[in-house]
């Protein structure tokens, strides 16, 4: 089944990023999308472990979670792109400096291709 990957790999998610990040998530639940939420690098435990959110989006995690969609760790990150239908990412702008867009096909059989599509500015599965 297709599926929007959701990936946190920032570790603050007390910012307007990260509630808009959960907002979005929730409005694809509504939808009757299915999403999968996962968290990689900085971003481990960070929605997971008591996170600090903002109002709001404490009120976005716990709608998610009533959807029972909660995050969980990212393995076997390069596969869960390939079966995802859509890839939304919230990471720390900081780390966009090595490249500004990649493609999947690109970086997937690349030893470090995940974590370059991770830090990209953006990326495309074509």
Do not use: Q
């Not at 808009?20 to 929605?47: H, K, Q, W």
């Not at 490249?99 to 030893?111: G, K, L, N, P, S």
């Amino acid at each position: 089944m297709k599926h929007v990957l959701a990936i946190v790999a920032v570790s603050r998610v007390d910012t307007g990023e990260a509630t808009e990040f959960l907002r979005v998530l929730v409005a694809l639940c509504a939808c009757a999308i299915p999403v999968e939420l996962i968290e990689v690098g900085s971003g481990t435990g960070a929605l997971s472990d008591d996170p600090a959110l903002t109002e709001d989006g404490e009120r976005y995690l716990k709608a998610l979670a009533a959807n029972r969609i909660v995050p969980t760790p990212g393995t076997d990150l390069a596969a869960r792109i390939e079966a995802a239908s859509d890839v939304l990412r919230l990471i720390d702008p900081s780390t966009a400096a090595d490249a500004a867009f990649v493609r999947w096909t690109e970086v997937r059989d690349d030893t470090n291709g995940v974590e370059r599509a991770l830090a990209a500015g953006a990326f495309v599965r074509s």
